[in-house]
């Protein structure tokens, strides 16, 4: 290939990426008519304009699987809709259930609507969604799953799952000592424990105080475990005392000269003892590895050892516990995702291949139509193999605990089923398909279980009865998950940190791939939150009467580590734009207009407005505090504040001389606790609700009023989040 300077490539990439972005533009406009009206005809049509909103996004997010993939099947519909807010009504009746909800209608009318593009669900996708259906979407049949199946049935399967691991721990311990006794759990198999776990279940569902309290409890048990276990052992070992003692020279002495060496001698003394014909007796050769340990750990190449290997140690649990175990549970998916799309990639190439096209010579049209029929039978018995029985098996993360325990219930079948069918073949063979049929069928339980839990969302009695946080990243991620360090979350610092490593490494190598990659990934997140905040936030605003079609757009979208910033620009293109900042701090997410722009140039009504657009755009993000409702409730005065794991701190007083800490996980009301400075100072108690912006519901049914009331040309009620502020209260130029 032509070898190109650095300059040049990176102008040859932006021609790329302009052509690639016009024909994708292109591809949209040509698709977008034919995916919106197919789904009204449906009758998957907006009821008011909230849900026009989330027509709008719905056909967005499946034009972006076309965009991505460059095809569209029946499960990423399915997914589509169970996470959007246009939802499907119940069942009208048998006639419904017969011919298909409006799911299964839009899947058989996109077929023909894209033909090429969109591929029909399989059969068993088809009747699984038919059959749930009855379940999901109908008041008997959700009466059952939600007081039947899900708490009784879960705790069915939370006895049997504990059941058999504590089994398998226990053989496990066997086989390594087989003196140990068996450790017997059959009282979890019990009538009375699986009713009593029911009942639990029923009441963490359906009862709010019930769970509220729960989740108190355990936040209790957790504080007091880490007072015992963190907290108390940090506070003994700072006293003045402790110190000293750690500090005195007969304890460096001791550590240096008997117990580390000790820690190597008495392993030595302890093998000896084991091995029968041992050259040196346990006793000297104890000694002998006492005295070489001294020698050795307490020289200067020893200390240094030392340094370096705990440093390693430290270093090596810190990457393990942030990058390792979180990529290896990514890549878990990824992999998975990856192959079930390639199987997908592969058979629509060939189910391409074999469609009749214009030109095609008299041979080709004879052997395509041949060949259509029986790959049309291969293709369904390979998705079927492939997502029923493989898939859900071999993936670790889908097949425990479900598969687990489907296993342990099916497994002993194999002998019952192996007798049926040798009295048609042959006993060796017969034994040998009763145990693949057997093997294989736990899988499907695996499948049901993640395909309902997506089918269940599809309906509109079913859905969340307040605002919740919406999908953003493409593994799922919410603004939280995005910005939030943890075990399967924290997508930007962890993206960060690779970069930056990568960087380094192009610095001393000259390879400069790595770094770009990392880039193109944090350019591919900025698009997934611009559209994020188009597709929640400014398309409300659009069809605002209130707003009157003032013109207002997304101009810049900038990433940190802990941070997303978005610029929304107003009608003037060289005007400051609206600055909103979402950022992570010590575990909260916290919210704020970080620069008001043309805010100012706003009058009351429109303010109203863009107040409720952005209570559900921090909804959506899921965030946890607003800077302007913190600084409402602190009551005006010289007072800072930030929030750190402590809690929310504050320094007031003239020059900042009192230090307070309020607990955000308080209840009601948060009491200051001073730290430092005058403890008579006078700070007010601030109220849980609302400085608590996540404890603040956004019920849908409010939502939806709100929009309604603005079409009929009436302001926003306050009552949509009383007491909250969430805009700064005197806005500049006004």
């Not at 799953?145 to 066997?174: D, N």
Request: glycine share 8%; charged share 25%.
């Amino acid at each position: 290939g032509a070898r190109l300077s650095e300059a040049d490539r990176t102008q040859l990439a932006g021609l790329l990426t302009e052509a690639v972005h016009r024909a994708e533009h292109r591809l949209r406009e040509q698709l977008r008519p034919l995916v919106a009206e197919t789904l009204r005809q449906v009758g998957l049509a907006p009821q008011n304009v909230a849900e026009q909103v989330a027509l709008h996004k719905l056909t967005e997010e499946l034009l972006d699987q076309v965009a991505e993939r460059g095809y569209l099947n029946m499960g990423q519909l399915r997914d589509a809709v169970s996470r959007n807010q246009l939802k499907l009504p119940d069942l009208a009746g048998p006639g419904e259930f017969l011919r298909g909800d409006r799911l299964l209608r839009a899947n058989a009318r996109l077929a023909e609507q894209l033909d090429g593009i969109y591929r029909r669900g399989e059969v068993y996708l088809r009747e699984l969604q038919r059959l749930s259906s009855l379940a999901f979407g109908t008041p008997p049949g959700r009466f059952l799953t939600r007081y039947l199946a899900l708490p009784f049935g879960g705790a069915a399967i939370i006895s049997l799952g504990l059941y058999y691991l504590i089994e398998e721990i226990s053989k496990g311990l066997q086989f390594l000592d087989a003196s140990l006794p068996t450790i017997h759990v059959k009282l979890l198999m019990s009538p009375v424990t699986i009713g009593l776990l029911g009942v639990f279940l029923f009441l963490l569902l359906h009862v709010p105080r019930f769970r509220a309290a729960v989740g108190r409890g355990l936040k209790q048990v957790y504080r007091g475990a880490r007072a015992v276990l963190v907290d108390l052992p940090a506070y003994l070992l700072e006293l003045p005392l402790v110190q000293r003692v750690l500090r005195s020279r007969a304890l460096r002495f001791s550590y240096h000269y008997l117990f580390k060496p000790l820690a190597f001698a008495v392993p030595v003394g302890l093998f000896l003892r084991t091995r029968e014909t041992a050259v040196v007796p346990p006793a000297e050769g104890g000694f002998m590895a006492f005295v070489a340990a001294n020698l050795v750990l307490n020289s200067r190449v020893g200390r240094d050892l030392e340094e370096a290997c705990i440093d390693g140690l430290v270093t090596t649990w810190q990457r393990v516990r942030a990058d390792i175990l979180p990529g290896l549970f990514r890549l878990v998916m990824d992999f998975f995702k990856w192959l079930l799309e390639g199987v997908d990639r592969l058979l629509y190439a060939v189910d391409e291949w074999l469609r009749f096209r214009a030109g095609d010579s008299r041979l080709s049209l004879m052997a395509k139509a041949v060949l259509g029929p029986f790959w049309g039978a291969v293709t369904y018995v390979v998705r079927i193999v492939v997502n029923l029985l493989i898939e859900p098996q071999v993936n670790p993360i889908k097949h425990f605990p479900v598969v687990t325990v489907s296993h342990k219930l099916l497994l002993p079948l194999i002998p019952a089923l192996g007798s049926v069918l040798a009295a048609q073949m042959d006993k060796e063979l017969a034994y040998t398909a009763a145990t693949l049929i057997i093997g294989a069928i736990p899988g499907i339980f695996g499948f049901l279980v993640w395909e309902l839990k997506e089918n269940w969302r599809l309906y509109r009695a079913n859905r969340p009865a307040a605002l919740e946080p919406v999908v953003i990243g493409h593994h799922g991620e919410t603004m939280a998950r995005l910005l939030r360090p943890g075990f399967h979350s924290g997508t930007l610092p962890k993206l960060y940190a690779r970069l930056r490593r990568a960087e380094r490494r192009a610095l001393r190598t000259g390879q400069r791939k790595a770094p770009r990659k990392y880039r193109d990934a944090l350019h591919e997140l900025e698009g997934l939150v611009r559209h994020f905040v188009e597709r929640d936030f400014l398309a409300i605003l659009e069809r605002s009467k209130t707003w009157g079609g003032r013109p207002i757009e997304v101009r810049g979208v900038a990433l940190a580590s802990n941070r997303v910033r978005v610029e929304l620009g107003g009608p003037a293109p060289a005007a400051p734009g609206l600055v909103i900042t979402i950022e992570e701090q010590s575990g909260w997410l916290l919210a704020g207009v970080a620069a008001p722009g043309w805010l100012g140039e706003l009058s009351g009504e429109r303010r109203q407005v863009l107040r409720a657009a952005l209570a559900g755009l921090y909804k959506f993000a899921g965030v946890d505090l607003v800077r302007e409702q913190i600084e409402a409730c602190l009551g005006p005065g010289q007072v800072v504040y930030d929030v750190a794991d402590e809690g929310l701190v504050v320094w007031a007083g003239p020059s900042g001389t009192v230090e307070a800490v309020y607990d955000l996980d308080a209840g009601p009301r948060m009491e200051p606790r001073i730290m430092s400075g005058p403890t008579a100072a006078a700070l007010p108690a601030l109220p849980a609700e609302p400085l608590r912006f996540d404890r603040v519901l956004v019920l849908w049914e409010t939502w939806v009023d709100v929009w309604e009331q603005d079409q009929a040309g009436k302001e926003p009620p306050e009552s949509l989040l009383e007491g909250v502020c969430l805009l700064p209260r005197t806005p500049p130029g006004r």
